[in-house]
């Protein structure tokens, strides 16, 4: 009898340790009526991009601003396209990507959800949500005072941009920011503020030469890409064919 239950014991960690060990999703949290129990009262990094493709780069801001416990969680989330500045992958592919990289991590949130529906889900959360950007777009940020005070400010996402790079661009109110360095970006200039919200923290990569542009150009020059992206990554990019011409 005591081996049975020492058995079940041993049984019952595991399983709890694989079901936390895993990244949220956010919709799984929705779905089981626990959203508000395990993301209220945290803080939360909201990190926008195109990530088209995601690299170590993005990886190691990541894990730079948890290991600093700058945030407690980092929700990452892709660009939905629909604007006139960048020719996007499927936001369906960069989507695997994500959900491909991050999926045994316990502190980084993906969702599928479109702006709207990211915006209706989480804005009236108890939690403070830090902007995660890099200094090209803090740098850009500060020359517009329009742009400044309308990026990231939980403005109300109109049926329009519901599914827009607009509507990721306000869908979160955050109080503050954390900039990721660039090679050769001074932000100096900008006092520690993007309009009237702090710079919570600079962080540094290890690849602050490296962006999606560069590796996008590697692929069409089939340059290996084990340094700058990792494996299930570029097993996505072989699937689909992408970035070749």
């Given at each position: 009898?005591?081996?049975?239950?020492?058995?079940?014991?041993?049984f019952?960690?595991?399983?709890?340790?694989f079901?936390?060990?895993?990244?949220?999703v956010?919709?799984?949290?929705?779905?089981e009526?626990?959203?508000?129990?395990?993301?209220?009262?945290?803080?939360?990094?909201?990190?926008?991009?195109s990530?088209?493709?995601?690299?170590?780069?993005?990886?190691?801001?990541?894990?730079?601003?948890?290991?600093?416990?700058?945030?407690?969680?980092?929700?990452?989330?892709?660009?939905?396209?629909?604007?006139?500045?960048?020719?996007?992958?499927?936001?369906?592919?960069?989507?695997?990507?994500?959900?491909?990289i991050?999926?045994?991590?316990?502190?980084?949130?993906?969702?599928?959800?479109?702006?709207?529906?990211l915006?209706?889900?989480?804005?009236?959360?108890?939690?403070?949500?830090?902007?995660i950007?890099?200094?090209?777009?803090?740098?850009?940020?500060?020359?517009?005072?329009?742009?400044?005070?309308?990026?990231?400010?939980?403005?109300?996402?109109?049926?329009?941009?519901?599914?827009?790079?607009?509507?990721?661009?306000?869908?979160?109110?955050?109080?503050?920011?954390?900039?990721?360095?660039?090679?050769?970006?001074?932000?100096?200039?900008?006092?520690?503020?993007?309009?009237t919200?702090?710079?919570?923290?600079?962080?540094?990569?290890?690849?602050?030469?490296?962006?999606?542009?560069?590796?996008?150009?590697?692929?069409?020059?089939d340059?290996?890409?084990?340094?700058?992206?990792?494996?299930?990554?570029?097993?996505?990019?072989?699937?689909?064919?992408?970035?070749?011409?």
């Open positions: 009898m005591k081996k049975l239950i020492f058995y079940l014991t041993i019952c960690l595991l399983i709890l340790n079901k936390t060990s895993r990244t949220i956010l919709e799984n949290l929705i779905t009526n626990i959203l508000e129990k395990s993301l209220s009262n945290n803080k939360i990094g909201y990190y926008l991009g990530f088209d493709p995601i690299h170590k780069g993005h990886e190691n801001v990541i894990q730079n601003i948890l290991d600093q416990k700058l945030c407690d969680y980092v929700l990452v989330y892709p660009a939905w396209g629909g604007d006139n500045f960048k020719n996007r992958t499927d936001v369906k592919i960069r989507l695997k990507m994500l959900f491909a991050f999926e045994n991590h316990k502190h980084v949130i993906v969702t599928k959800l479109k702006p709207l529906k915006q209706e889900n989480l804005i009236n959360l108890k939690t403070e949500y830090i902007g950007i890099g200094s090209d777009l803090a740098l850009y940020g500060a020359k517009d005072e329009k742009t400044r005070e309308e990026f990231m400010s939980g403005k109300k996402i109109t049926k329009d941009f519901k599914k827009h790079t607009y509507g990721c661009i306000i869908a979160l109110p955050v109080k503050s920011f954390i900039v990721a360095i660039r090679s050769g970006d001074n932000i100096k200039n900008l006092d520690n503020k993007i309009g919200r702090n710079i919570l923290a600079i962080v540094e990569t290890n690849f602050p030469d490296i962006s999606s542009t560069i590796i996008r150009n590697f692929v069409k020059e340059k290996n890409l084990d340094i700058y992206i990792n494996n299930k990554i570029i097993e996505v990019i072989n699937n689909y064919n992408l970035y070749k011409n």
